[in-house]
């Protein structure tokens, strides 16, 4: 019995349905084990910022909830291309888990976005290649969903979705540079995994932590809604 | 007032992850029946 052979065990969503009820169990633990490490950090632990005061501690939700739009949507995109191209639809059903967390993040990576700069550009928004970009990765989303609800044949929903999900993976390396690829308002990126980072140790844990709560929920919150959907019948 | 930018983001966040996670449980109830 191989490893490729089990993989295709899992591949049926008859026996993922077990596998994904324990993995979720799990992350759910984890995710708030680690958001109340990552609260209590960037609430208690990290400064106060010299030149934002207390405002800047929305760093913690803000950057977090950033990444996991863009994640989620690369993860999402992946799911759907593979249900595309070799017609899995367990696959598929992924793709579909994914979507409102991914949609839900973006809104908070938006919505904290704008509460950080009325105080520190003095605008809730601008037209800033970051922020239009985010706001199309949002549209996005809520297209594929709707796309998704509005065929009926479960099939045909799925590859419709792909082909959107697929096309729309070009708009997140948009928006991973478009920092560095226009003057922009939107700073750039202070956590990179090609240099040091430009932050305090503490604000870095905090971050981070809050990081990896997201996620922990993230694979939580699909896994449980692709139960749904197993039961639903797809 | 600082404290209104960051407390509207947190209580906004932390909402919606509870509005989700009261959904899904809903629909947790209505696949089991």
């Not at chain 2, 404290?3 to 089991?32: C, D, I, N, P, Q």
Request: charged share 10%.
């Amino acid at each position: 019995m191989s490893t490729a052979i089990k993989w295709f065990w899992f591949a049926s969503p008859q026996t993922f349905f077990p596998l994904a009820g324990t993995i979720a169990r799990a992350c759910w633990i984890g995710a708030t084990l680690l958001a109340a490490a990552g609260l209590y950090v960037g609430f208690f632990v990290a400064p106060t910022d010299a030149q934002q005061g207390e405002a800047y501690r929305i760093i913690f939700i803000h950057v977090p909830a950033a990444w996991m739009s863009m994640f989620l949507y690369v993860v999402m995109a992946f799911w759907a291309a593979i249900g595309l191209a070799f017609n899995t639809r367990l696959s598929s059903m992924m793709a579909s888990a994914i979507a409102p967390t991914g949609a839900l993040f973006t809104f908070v990576a938006l919505w904290t976005g704008a509460l950080w700069g009325r105080p520190t550009w003095g605008a809730y928004w601008v037209w800033d290649a970051r922020l239009t970009s985010e706001l199309i990765l949002l549209f996005l989303y809520l297209g594929f969903m709707a796309l998704q609800a509005a065929i009926d044949d479960p099939r045909r929903a799925d590859r419709a979705g792909a082909v959107l999900a697929i096309v729309g993976v070009v708009n997140v390396p948009i928006i991973y540079y478009s920092v560095q690829w226009w003057n922009t308002l939107h700073q750039g990126a202070s956590v990179s995994l090609t240099r040091a980072p430009s932050m305090a140790s503490t604000m870095l844990t905090g971050m981070l932590l809050m990081a990896l709560a997201f996620w922990l929920y993230s694979i939580a919150a699909s896994l449980a809604r692709v139960r749904c959907i197993i039961r639903e019948g797809g | 007032m600082n404290h209104w930018y960051l407390w509207g983001s947190y209580g906004v966040t932390f909402a919606l992850l509870f509005v989700e996670l009261a959904l899904l449980m809903k629909r947790v109830r209505e696949t089991k029946t």
